[in-house]
C-alpha cells in the first residue's frame, strides 16, 4: 500500500498543477465560467477522495469482511456528496456546469491511471 499511497498522492498532485495551469489558462484568455467549474469541480472530487480516505482510516483495524462491507455500504454518502456539489454548482451563478462534471472527474481519471501504472510496476518487479 505504500508505493500505491504516494502514487495517488502524487496523482493528486499533478491534478493539482494541471488544473491550476488550465484554470490559469482559462481565465487568462476570458472563459471565467469555465475556469470557475472546473475549480469547484476539483475541489469537490478532492473532498471525495477525502471521504473515500476517512472511510479506509475508520476501518484499517477492522476485520478485512467487515472493513469491505463497509466501505461498499459507503457508496450512498459518496454519492450523495457528488449530487450536493452538483446540486450547489447548480444554482451559482457565472459557474459553467459542464466544467464541474469535468473538474469532478478528472481526479477520479488521473487516480485510476495512476494506480494501474503502480499495480503495474508492482507486477513487473515480482
Known amino acids: 500500500m505504500g508505493e500505491l499511497g504516494r502514487s495517488i498522492k502524487q496523482a493528486g498532485m499533478v491534478c ?7 484554470c490559469g489558462s482559462l481565465k487568462m484568455y476570458g472563459h471565467v465560467e469555465w475556469a470557475g467549474g472546473l475549480m469547484v469541480g476539483m475541489v469537490g472530487g478532492a473532498g471525495y477522495f477525502g471521504l ?33 456539489v452538483c446540486a450547489v454548482a447548480w444554482f451559482i451563478p457565472g459557474i459553467n456546469f459542464a466544467g464541474v462534471l469535468i473538474g469532478l472527474l478528472s481526479l477520479h481519471v488521473a487516480v485510476f491511471i495512476w494506480g494501474l501504472i503502480a499495480l503495474t510496476k508492482s507486477v513487473r518487479k515480482k
Open 16 to 22: 493539482a498543477v494541471i488544473g491550476l495551469l488550465v
Open 52 to 84: 473515500i480516505w476517512y472511510q479506509l482510516k475508520k476501518n484499517r483495524d477492522a476485520e478485512p469482511a467487515e472493513a469491505v462491507a463497509d466501505l461498499q455500504g459507503g457508496w450512498v454518502e459518496r454519492a450523495l456528496y457528488m449530487g450536493g
